[in-house]
C-alpha cells in the first residue's frame, strides 16, 4: 500500500512520502511567488528570480534536533524553480532558456523518488559531546532506540545560494518487505473480469496469517508492539490490485494535463482500501487490453508496507458470448401473408432480429430477411396459399465484423391461405 502523510505550509515546501518496496517517493508543494503585503521576513525565502528545493535525506533510529538534522543528511535530489515572468510577459509565457524551460512553476507539486542503497540502512546519530563524569553514579538506564527511519527535509535556495528555512522533516519507518502473491490468473465473462492470484507465502503464509477464532484469543490484549528492524509490521496480510488499460479505440485522445518535470506518477490501486481476499472482481470492455499486477502489503496506515509487483498479467477479452434468444414467438394468418411477433431478447448489446423460415420437411429453417430488423415483428408475404411453413426467429448482438447469434426461440407452424 502507498501511504501518505502530508504537511501543508505557508512559506516552506509541504511534503508528502510514499513507501513502496525498496523506494520512496517524497511529493513537495513549492510555495509560491511572492505577493505584495506579506511579512517582510518571508521575502528572503519568496523573492527570488530563479532557484532550486533540495530535498535531503538521513536514516536514524532517534531523531535529532531539528537546528542539527541537515549535519546528518545529504542530498537525495534537486529541483530547479522557475522564477517569476518577466515584467510585460504573456499570461503562461516562460522563458526558454536550458537553465529555466524544465524548471517546475512556483506553487506546483513534485514528486521525487530516491532508490535505497545500502548507506541508506545505516543509521546516523550526532556525536556524543564529552562531558565530565558526575560526581554521584547514576543508574539512569540509557535510553533505547527507536525503529530504523528515513528522514526527509526540504529546504529551498534562492538564484544566489541563500537558503529559505527546512521543512519540518517527514519520515517513514523502514521495515521488511512482504513477499509478493504468485500465480495471478484472469477470467472474464459477459459482465465481469476476474482477477485471481494465490496468497503471499503460499498456503504456509495463508495459514499462519489466517486469523484465530474468537475463543482462541486472550481476554486481554495489550497495544501491538512496534516491528522489530527488519520485521513487517503486524497487521494482516491484504492486497491491492493495480490495472493498465490500453487507450479506447473508438475515444478521441484525451487532453493530458502537463506535469512539471520531475513529476513521477504513482499508480493508485483500484479499490479504496487493501482486499483480504484473493480474488477481483472488475467490470469488461471487449477488444480493450487490459493489464494487471498485485501488490501484498502489511500494516495499516502511514506503517504500511507494499511489495514488488507481481509479474503483468494481461488479456484482450472478445465479445464471443451469444445473446439470449428471443421468446413467445407466435403467428397470425391472412390472406397472402403471415404476420410473426416476439418478445425481445434480455441481453442490452442486442442489434436486431432474424426470422427463420422452412416446412415441416426441412431439417434446417434458412433466414427471410437479409439484414436484421431491429423491430419485434415481422410479416411473411412471400408466402403460397395452402403450404405450411415453420418459423423461429434468432436474435443477434452488435460485435463485428460477425455478430454472435443466439438459439433459435420457439418454433410456430401456420398454413398460408
Given at each position: ?300 496506515g502511514p506503517s504500511a508496507v507494499e511489495s514488488v509487483p507481481t509479474d503483468r498479467r494481461c488479456v484482450t477479452p472478445v465479445d464471443v458470448f451469444a445473446p439470449g434468444p ?45 439484414a436484421p430488423v431491429l423491430e419485434t415483428q415481422f410479416t411473411d408475404t412471400a408466402v403460397t396459399a395452402g403450404t405450411r411453413y415453420v418459423y423461429a426467429v434468432l436474435a443477434?448482438d452488435s460485435r463485428l465484423p460477425v455478430p454472435n447469434e443466439s438459439a433459435e426461440s420457439n418454433r410456430v407452424e401456420e398454413t398460408a391461405r
Amino acid at each position: 500500500m502507498t501511504a501518505h502523510s502530508r504537511m501543508r505550509l505557508h512559506d516552506k515546501p509541504a511534503m508528502t512520502w510514499s513507501l513502496s518496496d525498496d523506494r520512496r517517493s517524497v511529493r513537495m508543494k513549492l510555495p509560491p511567488l511572492p505577493v505584495a503585503g506579506l511579512p517582510k521576513p518571508l521575502n528572503v525565502f519568496l523573492k527570488f528570480d530563479a532557484g532550486t528545493v533540495d530535498v535531503f535525506a538521513f536514516t536514524a533510529t532517534t531523531p535529532p534536533p531539528s537546528a542539527r538534522a541537515l549535519e546528518l543528511a545529504r542530498v537525495v535530489a534537486t529541483v530547479p524553480v522557475a522564477g517569476p515572468p518577466a515584467e510585460g510577459a504573456l499570461a503562461g509565457q516562460r522563458p526558454r532558456t536550458p537553465e529555466v524551460k524544465d524548471a517546475a512553476a512556483p506553487g506546483a507539486t513534485v514528486t521525487v523518488r530516491e532508490l535505497l542503497d545500502p548507506d541508506a540502512f545505516v543509521p546516523k546519530s550526532l556525536p556524543v559531546p564529552l562531558a565530565p563524569p558526575p560526581k554521584t553514579p547514576t543508574t539512569a538506564k540509557p535510553e533505547t532506540p527507536g525503529a530504523l527511519r528515513r528522514f526527509y527535509i526540504a529546504v529551498a535556495f534562492s538564484d544566489r545560494g541563500r537558503p529559505g528555512p527546512q521543512s519540518p522533516p517527514v519520515e517513514v519507518v523502514l521495515t521488511a518487505v512482504p513477499d509478493a502473491p504468485g500465480g495471478i490468473e484472469l477470467a472474464y465473462t459477459a459482465d465481469e473480469a476476474v482477477v485471481s492470484w494465490e496468497p503471499a507465502g503460499g498456503l504456509l503464509g495463508f495459514l499462519l496469517d489466517s486469523p484465530l477464532p474468537l475463543d482462541a484469543l486472550p481476554d486481554e490484549a495489550g497495544p501491538a508492539a512496534p516491528p522489530a528492524d527488519g520485521a513487517l509490521p503486524p497487521g494482516p496480510t491484504r492486497y491491492n490490485v493495480y490495472r493498465d488499460l490500453a487507450p479506447d479505440p473508438l475515444a478521441l485522445p484525451a487532453a493530458v494535463a502537463a506535469l512539471p518535470p520531475g513529476t513521477v506518477v504513482v499508480p493508485r490501486p483500484l479499490t479504496p482500501e487493501p482486499l483480504a481476499e484473493l480474488t477481483f472482481t472488475d467490470t469488461v470492455e471487449f477488444d480493450r487490453e487490459r493489464c494487471y499486477t498485485i501488490r501484498t502489503v502489511r500494516g495499516t496506515g502511514p506503517s504500511a508496507v507494499e511489495s514488488v509487483p507481481t509479474d503483468r498479467r494481461c488479456v484482450t477479452p472478445v465479445d464471443v458470448f451469444a445473446p439470449g434468444p428471443p421468446a413467445g414467438l407466435s403467428a397470425v394468418v391472412r390472406e397472402g401473408a403471415i404476420s410473426l411477433i416476439w418478445e425481445s431478447s434480455p441481453d442490452a448489446d442486442v442489434w436486431g432480429y432474424v426470422v427463420l423460415r422452412g416446412t415441416p420437411a426441412d431439417a434446417t429453417l434458412l433466414p427471410l430477411n437479409a439484414a436484421p430488423v431491429l423491430e419485434t415483428q415481422f410479416t411473411d408475404t412471400a408466402v403460397t396459399a395452402g403450404t405450411r411453413y415453420v418459423y423461429a426467429v434468432l436474435a443477434v448482438d452488435s460485435r463485428l465484423p460477425v455478430p454472435n447469434e443466439s438459439a433459435e426461440s420457439n418454433r410456430v407452424e401456420e398454413t398460408a391461405r
